[in-house]
């Protein structure tokens, strides 16, 4: 955070060496003082999965219904009301694929965007580079996700969806999901310490983006006319990508795609530079 | 500045350093404020800000243990925050020469529902140590908080003495070459705080270590810390021996004396504790011979407390508190134990003490205002006024007072007991 300088003497073998100074304008991101804190980064991670699947047993099953319901849900309103097109596969699996990338991204930016502040006793006490927290909330949201894989995995046995090499390419789409959801938490996560309404901000706006992208419904239901406005939104050659993957069927839309891959990162990027620059008044402000 | 190390072998060295705060803007408020208050106001920035820190210089050379004192609000935790990067200086820099360890608040980072082992490695990576670190040294970490039946229990099925225990069990075994330690030896049971002092002492005597040291405990500061610095206002005012630092520890406290014995209280500013207006006024420590800065054990001696304004003077008491030097009280008067006959209000009361009760060393008077029904305090100074009693043969047996002899005067009545039944105490003389 404030070092400017940082020299391990060499005459002197192992001795740390660090000046304190002020810093000032836009400040890169200091890979190896992450590094160096690698061990914090294991250990919060490990807290929260210890955390979350210990506590409860319906913790664990939470996890497994918690998907499963949304697109049961979906699958009713969209599959039996609006009967839209499902890519011949039965509706459940076609809109449990669009929520198994929506989660990966919303439920991850859901916990960064409040990180620093539910941490603000570590945060104003003990220096360690900021991103680490972020960064932890990332670990414990994979293994929700590979929990709804096996699930996933479940349901395409059950119902004979069938293998595809198009499976190949989840880390791309995963990649994706936790890269935006980084960006946008380095973001939300900075800015929620000097205001704290943005920690309410998100969970309003999230649920929404879930209508606003092929979730549970496919690209093609949009109106061809309003579709270069619907693909604004980053989350659209996401979760399509998802899709696409675990079905092995649909289309990959390369523009849409190009698009997201482009979005993450820029938003990493300049995530990454809002954060840096605004870390250094956490402790003052939080 | 005070004799020390050679500064190419400082542990730490803090030059020029300032730190300054926004009063407004600083904390968090809300993004939806911010935009309005940005749209009423596009030009106006928020500028009102107060320097915690200004200018400040220090050395910490390996094997001292610095303890930093002031009021509140002087600027220590800042300092602390400086020194371990929570917070960036405004100017200025530190030099670090080793790693920095700080310790924390008890439980910072502890979490209530992880068990007592996953803890130990949860805070020491918070602390900045290292994995193998803390499994080479997680034996002698619970062995030395004592609580090794409860390793595999949740921390928050523990009592508060075995919490702060583990925290301060975790945090003394850090092998960082700096160590800071901000106000934790507030809690915990007295063994275990002398054990954590103890182990202070041996973590700074091991070779080359460097503590950092803030407590209001003016005991602890005085046994444990080899160099005294008394911030005030965010400034060095003092920079040197233990003793001369606790001195003018308690000297900054102290306020205008316009006269030996007599304080004005008049000029004050809102810094003190008080509920609207300033009632109090002026305090004088007199002798038989009138107002003094030096009274004598055995002799007479009174507390005057002059007061302006009161509106309803019958309804109001007056108490106060005599500090020693270690910021211990050791005994207070309040006009409502003169009992409800006594007509003891007003603008100006007066304390007499026929044999002041205590021993040579220097006392503050801590004076207050309240309403007796609503017992509401109306106005209140803490140290207020001071004064000195003298060293004298006050026991007419030339003997040499140790520090464990306390505050209070007593007249040494002793005599010879038998192995036989005792009698009655009579008192010698009358």
């Given amino acids: 955070m404030t070092v400017s300088e940082e020299v391990a003497r060499p005459e002197r073998g192992q001795v740390f060496h660090l000046v304190i100074r002020p810093t000032g304008g836009w400040r890169s991101l200091d890979l190896r003082e992450v590094w160096r804190y690698r061990g914090l980064l294991g250990a919060m991670t490990r807290r929260d999965i210890t955390l979350r699947y210990r506590q409860t047993a319906l913790g664990v099953g939470w996890v497994v219904l918690q998907p499963l319901l949304a697109a049961g849900i979906l699958s009713f309103v969209f599959g039996q009301i609006a009967r839209f097109e499902s890519d011949g596969v039965p509706y459940v699996v076609f809109a449990y694929t669009g929520v198994i990338g929506y989660n990966a991204f919303s439920s991850t930016l859901t916990f960064m965007s409040t990180c620093l502040v539910t941490n603000a006793a570590l945060v104003s006490k003990v220096y360690f580079p900021r991103i680490i927290l972020p960064l932890a909330q990332i670990g414990s949201k994979l293994v929700d996700f590979a929990v709804a894989l096996v699930l996933y995995l479940v349901l395409n046995l059950a119902f004979g969806v069938g293998f595809h090499l198009s499976m190949l390419t989840l880390p791309v789409w995963m990649a994706l999901a936790y890269g935006m959801a980084l960006g946008l938490g380095l973001l939300t996560s900075a800015a929620n310490v000097s205001y704290r309404d943005v920690g309410y901000i998100v969970p309003v706006v999230l649920p929404l983006l879930l209508y606003l992208a092929p979730v549970a419904y496919g690209i093609e239901e949009v109106p061809t006319n309003l579709r270069a406005v619907y693909r604004l939104n980053p989350l659209v050659g996401m979760i399509n990508g998802f899709r696409w993957c675990l079905l092995g069927r649909g289309s990959l839309e390369l523009g849409s795609t190009v698009y997201a891959i482009v979005f993450t990162v820029l938003i990493i990027v300049g995530g990454t530079l809002y954060f840096r620059a605004h870390e250094r008044r956490f402790a003052d402000v939080i | ?430």
Avoid at chain 2, 398 to 419: E, N, V
């Fill in chain 2, 1 to 430: 500045m005070s004799s020390k190390a050679p500064s190419s072998e400082a542990r730490i060295q803090v030059r020029g350093l300032s730190k300054r705060y926004e009063v407004e803007g600083e904390r968090a408020g809300l993004l939806s404020e911010a935009i309005v208050r940005r749209l009423r106001h596009p030009l106006r920035g928020q500028k009102e800000s107060f320097w915690a820190l200004q200018d400040v210089n220090l050395e910490v050379g390996p094997g001292e243990v610095l303890g930093i004192i002031g009021k509140n609000g002087a600027g220590k935790s800042t300092l602390l925050k400086v020194m371990s990067r929570i917070t960036e200086p405004t100017s200025g820099e530190v030099e670090l020469r080793g790693r920095l360890g700080s310790l924390l608040e008890v439980g910072t980072g502890f979490h209530p529902e992880l068990t007592g082992r996953e803890n130990v490695f949860l805070n020491g990576a918070i602390l900045g140590m290292r994995k193998p670190e803390i499994q080479r040294q997680f034996d002698e970490i619970v062995d030395f908080a004592g609580i090794d039946r409860f390793l595999d229990t949740p921390v928050k099925r523990y009592s508060s003495g075995m919490y702060v225990r583990l925290a301060f069990a975790v945090a003394a075994h850090l092998s960082s070459e700096i160590l800071v330690v901000d106000e934790v030896l507030a809690v915990g049971d007295i063994e275990f705080q002398k054990k954590c002092l103890g182990k202070m002492h041996s973590v700074a005597s091991r070779a080359g270590r460097a503590v950092v040291f803030v407590s209001h405990n003016m005991n602890a500061v005085r046994d444990l810390c080899t160099r005294g610095v008394v911030l005030d206002s965010g400034r060095v005012v003092h920079d040197g021996e233990t003793v001369d630092a606790l001195h003018c520890y308690v000297d900054l406290h102290q306020h205008r004396s316009t006269a030996p014995g007599v304080f004005v209280l008049e000029d004050r500013t809102n810094n003190d504790d008080h509920e609207g207006r300033l009632y109090l006024a002026k305090l004088v420590v007199e002798d038989a011979d009138g107002p003094t800065a030096t009274l004598r054990t055995g002799r007479p001696a009174a507390i005057t407390v002059h007061c302006e304004g009161l509106p309803k003077p019958d309804e109001v008491f007056t108490r106060f508190h005599l500090r020693n030097e270690l910021n211990e009280i050791v005994l207070a008067s309040d006009t409502r134990m003169a009992g409800p006959d006594a007509e003891v209000s007003g603008q100006v009361v007066t304390f007499d003490l026929e044999q002041l009760p205590l021993l040579p060393g220097r006392y503050f008077i801590d004076v207050g205002l309240g309403m007796k029904k609503t017992r509401a305090v109306l106005d209140q100074v803490a140290s207020a006024g001071t004064f000195e009693v003298s060293r004298d043969d006050q026991y007419g047996a030339d003997y040499q007072q140790y520090p464990q002899d306390g505050s209070i005067y007593l007249a040494p009545r002793w005599r010879q007991g038998t192995a036989a039944a005792t009698p009655p105490v009579t008192p010698r003389g009358g």
